[in-house]
């Protein structure tokens, strides 16, 4: 209760970002949670599989569409740049400090921090839940700092490559979650842009598109429809976006991602080491020396420049 007063006062949007909140809130039940926490490397040991959480009918598919003009809105005032780490996709951080882009977006640019505010609250709970007595460690910030993306894919044939959100060792980069909501009401197979995890499982979802069965390659596909709420740690999943087919502009492929900060990047296992050596072998090219330390140090660091300018436009406040 005090949490979700708390919202009301600190954003004038009140009623859309406390009643999305709310929603979101509800739909991310214990049991999507436990499982998420469950795979935090940073919490348990021994972590292999990576979960991907699927969440749909988050806010109504009313609000989705409405959310869908609003980010129309902010393309058509020229509000996006393009993203510099793929020619096809065109970017924007939404926020409401932002006079312009709040009024052509007053819900969409409450969102994000609804959203940080929400899952981050819940994702601690479920992590102290799982600490001895005593311990009251917060996994992530819960008061609605985060960095967002608003994108959207174009250009026909528009894709993002292979990446792993969140590589820099020693915490420099301190997203820990990735939270993805896809604006795109009516969204068909047809058009393609699947996001395609590896070395992963698919929690939740409405059936069968959330999570066909692993293509030759291990990776699942999740479907990019509207509404739909997707969760991931930024630092361990392996993914990309398949190719979109793009006819008209209702064949965009837009979506709103917020990436959730670590309580305390330096203290977090997987955030202090970096990209995981073993996905920088089998994933991203890197040579098998680069498991010993140095070695894995400059492989990773190459890996970091090569991404460093997708960082930049992900991570600009
Ligand atoms: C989705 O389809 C409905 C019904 O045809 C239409 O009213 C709405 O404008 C469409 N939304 C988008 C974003 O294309």
Redesign the pocket.
Known sequence: MVFVLLVALQLPLANFASAAEAAVASCFTPRLAQTLVACNPSVVGGWRKQSVVVLDGVLGREAC?RL??EAEAIRSRGLLERAESSGDVMATQVTPDDDSMRRAATTLTALPRAIARAVGRRINDEVRGRQASGEAMSCLVEDGAHTNKLAVVETDGGAYLKHVDSILAGGMDPRKLTAIYYLN??WSEAQGGHLRAWDAVVVGGDGGEAGPPAGGDGAVRVAPRGDRLVLFWSDGLVHDVEPLRIASE?DHRWALTTWHLAADPAADRSLAQGLDPWLDVRHFGAPLTSLTAPARRLATRSLADACGRALQVMTRR
């Open positions: 569409e869908r003009s009401p009516n209702a």
